[in-house]
């Protein structure tokens, strides 16, 4: 066999095995995979359970002081609310395809009375709680130490999926690894906040 031969089959093995290792595509109620700067909701998979996430005022106390600005994740507590529109944006800017276990931003496509982006973050401890909320406020983009808090990724659970705060864009960084649950805080809000009991959530495409 000639050497061109050789050297031909050793790469399409290469290309092979990088494509069979890619993470699975994270995909829509309707079966079609999730696409980098196309809009969905993110829903609860269970019904009775609230409905789609938006904007919440914090009303958290840090340093004496009630914060408002910036805005927290919260979900609906109807069901039948589909709540806000988000994006998600790879790691890799020049993918197109969600994947499973990957770094992404997530962003609610709306605007707020706070000066901030809604690029989804997560907070510094609650005082009052203790808890790390998912907040907004963060950073589009540019991986690394300087925007650890703003990456999250999408895994899947049972034949569902779930939210994770694990991110892989800093190598030196001591990083906190918990899947997102929700916390229903005394005045009945339910928040996005690390926790070991994931939220199971289901993405539906905006018409």
Known sequence: MKTSTISLILILQVIFTAASAAPNAVLDINGKKLRSETQYYILPVFRGMGGGLTLGFTGRVNNSEVDFCPLDVVQKGNELETGLPLTFSPVNPKK????????????????????????????????????????????????????????????????????????????????????????????????????????????????
């Open 96 to 207: 197109d395809v969600i994947r499973e276990s990957t770094d992404l931003n997530i962003q609610f496509e709306a605007s707020t009375i706070c000066i901030q982006s809604t690029l989804w973050k997560l907070t510094g401890q609650d005082e009052a709680t203790g808890l790390n909320f998912v907040g907004t406020g963060g950073e589009k983009g540019n991986p690394g130490k300087d925007t650890v808090s703003n990456w999250f990724k999408i895994e899947k659970y049972d034949n569902d999926y779930k939210l994770v705060f694990c991110p892989s864009v800093c190598d030196i960084c001591k990083v906190i690894c918990m899947d997102v649950g929700i916390y229903v805080d005394e005045n009945h809000m339910r928040r996005l906040v690390l926790s070991e009991k994931p939220f199971k959530v289901m993405f539906k495409k905006v018409d």
